[in-house]
């Protein structure tokens, strides 16, 4: 594993919003670099352009000027279907919020993002959710629904649900808030 790897490099960055006529500057000239293996927080008062950047970084929005290299590749050369199987391949995203579905087990959550990759198959697809959700310690809920889970199971799904696809990338939105004792601090 070469540690000197840039997964992410931003020059630059802006990202402006016109809201009732007036341009709102979010991002102005943000440059940084993370490389593999780096463990990096984004910290911030409310209205500091963390969310922004958080979409950006994600491949959610575009921005207004500025260099965004994912992996080596510049996401604004990319199209909205490049930049789409971008997110579903190398970003993991963890929700504050989970973004679960409701009347779905914890197997088929996770398995969500293979179902977008037409190399997975179905069993291929099964074993990987399962091997996720027993990486968070989530062995004996494969089959519960979001539902029937504390708000700690429900983030752990959430978070295997990153990890599934083996990304090059996971961001995370307060991603430990809800994180039962017993995972938080293990």
Do not use: W
Request: with cysteine; aromatic share 6%; proline share 3%.
């Amino acid at each position: 594993m070469n540690t000197n790897r840039e997964i992410i490099k931003i020059e630059n960055l802006r990202r402006d919003f016109v809201v009732g006529g007036e341009t709102v500057h979010a991002l102005r000239g943000v440059s940084f670099t993370i490389h593999e293996g780096e463990f990096v927080t984004i910290m911030g008062t409310s209205g500091s352009g963390k969310s922004t950047l958080l979409n950006l970084l994600g491949c959610l929005d575009t921005p207004t000027t500025g260099e965004y290299k994912l992996d080596g590749v510049s996401v604004q050369s990319m199209s909205k279907n490049e930049r789409a199987v971008t997110r579903n391949r190398k970003i993991g995203f963890v929700f504050q919020s989970y973004n679960l579905l409701p009347k779905t087990t914890a197997l088929e959550n996770v398995e969500l993002p293979l179902l977008y990759n037409p190399k997975v198959s179905a069993r291929q697809r099964r074993d990987m959710a399962t091997k996720a959700l027993e990486a968070v310690g989530l062995h004996d809920r494969l089959y519960h629904k979001s539902n029937q889970m504390s708000g700690g199971q429900q983030q752990r799904v959430a978070i295997a649900r990153a990890l599934v696809n083996d990304p090059v990338i996971i961001l995370a939105d307060e991603a430990t808030g809800n994180l039962d004792t017993r995972t938080s601090y293990s």
